[in-house]
């Protein structure tokens, strides 16, 4: 099995070089394709002073599916791994991935992403979800590996979503019948400053009303539940309110801003699922464009010429 590790990367320069450390380390085998967004902290530079990077993909766009997808096509391994830049690999990654996608029956595995707490790490388990009667396994899109027939299968990802990306594979991935396997070998240690960030609440419920319309259709089911989560979330926030940790105006607003965004989701979910009548369900996946580099480094291609010129022994 030839082992791809596709690792989007966007103003994260120190830690993406924790990331090639630990890859290098622990999967010196893989070829590894590096995809910068326009970065500003010199991550270019870095990527081509290292002798451990086959392929730097330069794209202009920010959003990481767009960086995903650009990292999809490039990558030649028949299977891909997705790392994320704020992850490193641990000792028993590579050959998780190897043994788990060696399996006829796994199209996909992924396994715990191990961040630092004050008492140790904290311990994940497998996320799972019945939806419409489709057992739906969720993975990590900062780690994750897929066979090359199932991620193609689904065309990659949705360059419509900010946010959701993971997710929303992780559905049409399950409509297809492709089996994700969840491994504890397949672990990862996350190290990010940005993780108390506050969330958007308005990309999130797009996303989600956006992801389930367009995969499972606009049933009763489906938009229920999406208001069930945020109803769920508003009354969480008006404990703040009470609190008064956050100001009525604020919370308000949020919630007019999710209920707009839902009502686009949906609509934008309903016109996706018509643009796109396939299995795949996915009208701006990887198949849809091929302008997403604007600059790319191969040194594969330098490799290989070398080995063309080198004159054999007398």
């Not at 999809?72 to 050959?95: H, I, K, M, R, Y």
């Not at 504890?184 to 993780?195: A, F, G, K, L, Q």
């Not at 707009?260 to 849809?288: E, F, Q, T, V, Y």
Request: with cysteine; charged share 30%; hydrophobic share 35%.
């Amino acid at each position: 099995m030839e082992l791809s590790v596709v690792v989007p990367t966007l103003n994260g320069r120190e830690r993406l070089a924790s990331c090639l450390d630990a890859l290098a380390a622990h999967a010196p085998d893989a070829e590894v394709v590096v995809v910068n967004g326009p970065s500003a902290d010199g991550t270019t530079g870095m990527i081509r002073e290292r002798d451990d990077v086959d392929v730097l993909v330069e794209v202009s766009d920010r959003k990481l599916n767009v960086a995903r997808n650009a990292g999809l096509s490039t990558a030649s391994g028949d299977a891909v791994a997705l790392v994320g830049q704020d992850n490193a690999v641990e000792p028993s990654w590579s050959e998780g991935v190897r043994e788990a996608l060696a399996d006829p029956d796994t199209d996909a595995v992924t396994g715990p992403v191990h961040r630092s707490v004050r008492a140790g790490v904290t311990a994940e388990t497998e996320e799972s979800r019945t939806i419409d009667g489709r057992e739906v396994t969720y993975f990590e899109g900062g780690n994750v590996a897929f066979t090359r027939e199932a991620i193609e299968a689904v065309d990659g990802f949705d360059e419509y979503l900010v946010t959701g990306g993971a997710r929303d594979c992780a559905h049409r991935l399950a409509a297809n019948d492709y089996e994700v396997e969840w491994s504890p070998s397949v672990c990862v240690i996350h190290d990010s400053e940005e993780d108390d960030e506050d969330r958007d609440w308005g990309w999130k419920y797009r996303a989600l009303a956006y992801r389930l319309v367009k995969t499972y259709g606009p049933r009763p089911g489906i938009l229920g539940r999406t208001l069930r989560d945020a109803i769920w979330d508003g009354a969480s926030n008006a404990a703040d309110v009470i609190r008064g940790e956050q100001a009525p105006s604020g919370w308000i607003g949020s919630g007019k801003r999710v209920a707009k965004s839902m009502a686009i989701g949906c609509k934008d979910g309903l016109w996706s699922r018509l643009r796109d009548r396939s299995d795949a369900r996915n009208p701006s996946g990887l198949s849809a464009r091929a302008d997403r580099a604007v600059e790319m480094y191969d040194w594969r291609t330098e490799e290989s010429c070398d080995e063309a010129v080198e004159e054999p022994e007398q």
